[in-house]
């Protein structure tokens, strides 16, 4: 089915704002499956509406950086996957990400016309809420996941013995049974995962990673990419 125009005019915007390089009519159609003359006539729509897009025909397009869209409009079935995907964190046993999910909730239902609110409010799909064990509030981890700096921890292993570590966090990883944080950890000098739910207590530390933590996290998916258990985890050492 062809894209309404206004939906193929955002598809556009949205295609020039992920692009790293300057895009042709004739990659925008390919795209979105028209002729060149039609994405000339939508963009120089798009241009007079003072949307700043840049470039000519034959030499590609961008979209000036800062530019923000305006709120968007959902359909049906875009507020149903959101509803099933924000209530699955319930499962998560994530607080810090279930309040987050809950605040999103709020406020797309704030912005929605009545008819699709309902949809919103009266769901046709419903999500178990068992799943991992519940955790305190990991938004920590996650600054420091995205800070790059080092983690002070006290960690129960399986046998309840508890040891206090440094680790490098770069990664969380969300399973049915457990969520858990991929780290390097200097008291083992490899890495490890640890339990989010066994973790006792945690400080984010002003001392940085040595190494970058995207170079941490390819070493770390090269290694253990082929290495789960069964049911699809992770090994907890």
């Excluded at 990991?138 to 680790?167: C, F, G, M, N, P």
Aim: charged share 25%.
């Amino acid at each position: 089915m062809p894209l309404r125009r206004a939906d193929r005019l955002f598809d556009i915007i949205q295609l020039l704002r992920t692009a790293s390089r300057p895009l042709t009519a004739s990659a925008l159609a390919v795209a979105l499956e028209v002729t060149t003359r039609t994405i000339y006539r939508d963009v120089a729509a798009l241009q007079a509406r003072r949307i700043p897009i840049e470039g000519a025909p034959g030499l590609g397009y961008v979209l000036r950086r800062g530019f923000d869209l305006p709120p968007l409009m959902f359909t049906r079935e875009e507020i149903e996957a959101i509803a099933v995907a924000t209530r699955l964190l319930r499962r998560t046993g994530d607080v810090g990400l279930q309040d987050a999910a809950a605040r999103v909730l709020s406020k797309i239902e704030v912005a929605l016309p009545e008819t699709l609110r309902y949809a919103l409010a009266t769901p046709i799909a419903f999500v178990s809420v068992h799943g991992a064990p519940a955790v305190s509030d990991l938004s920590a981890v996650r600054t420091a996941i995205h800070a790059e700096r080092k983690l002070h921890i006290d960690y129960a292993d399986e046998r309840r013995q508890t040891t206090s570590r440094k680790i490098w966090p770069f990664a969380l990883a969300y399973y049915a049974e457990a969520t858990l944080i991929g780290a390097w950890c200097e008291l083992r000098d490899d890495f490890r995962h640890f339990r989010a739910d066994r973790v006792q207590s945690l400080a984010v530390l002003n001392e940085g990673f040595p190494i970058p933590g995207r170079t941490l996290t390819a070493n770390w998916i090269k290694r253990f990419s082929s290495d789960l258990a069964p049911d699809g985890i992770l090994a907890v050492r």
